[in-house]
C-alpha cells in the first residue's frame, strides 16, 4: 500500500503564494508519476500539475507561469508553489502518485486526502 501525505494549504490573499508539499510513502517498486489535482465545489476535478518521474512536466494552461511542480525523488515528494494566487484557485488540491507495487504490476493511482487553497479577493 502507498501512502500520500499532503500538507500546505491555508488562506492567503489574492496575489499571495503557497507552497504544497506530498510525500509518499509504503512499499512499493516505482513511482511514475506524481502531481496535484484539483475540485472546486460543483467542479469536476482538474490536473492543475503533473510531473512525470525523469522526464516532463504538464501543466493545466490556467497556471501556467504561476505554479511550479517540483520532486524530491530521494524523499518522494511532489511540490507545487504557487505564486499570484487568484480566487478562481480556491479548491480542494489532491496529491496523485502512479505507482507500481512490483516490477510485474500495472502502475495504479494513489490519492491523498486533499488540503484545501482558499484565496480571498
Known amino acids: 500500500q502507498v501512502q500520500l501525505a499532503e500538507s500546505g494549504g491555508g488562506l492567503v490573499q489574492a496575489g499571495g503564494s503557497l507552497r504544497l508539499s506530498c510525500a509518499a510513502s509504503g512499499n512499493f517498486f516505482s513511482i511514475n508519476v506524481m502531481g496535484w489535482y484539483r475540485q472546486a465545489p460543483g467542479n469536476e476535478r482538474e490536473l492543475v500539475a503533473a510531473?512525470?518521474?525523469?522526464?516532463?512536466?504538464n501543466y493545466a494552461d490556467s497556471v501556467k507561469g504561476r505554479f511550479t511542480i517540483s520532486r524530491d525523488y530521494a524523499k518522494n515528494t511532489v511540490y507545487l508553489q504557487m505564486n499570484s494566487l487568484k480566487p478562481e484557485d480556491t479548491a480542494l488540491y489532491y496529491c496523485?502518485?502512479?505507482?507500481?507495487?512490483?516490477?510485474?504490476?500495472?502502475?495504479?493511482?494513489?490519492w491523498g486526502q486533499g488540503t484545501q487553497v482558499t484565496v480571498s479577493s
Open positions: 496523485n502518485a502512479v505507482v507500481r507495487a512490483t516490477l510485474r504490476n500495472k502502475a495504479v493511482d494513489y
Open positions: 510531473s512525470v518521474t525523469g522526464g516532463s512536466t
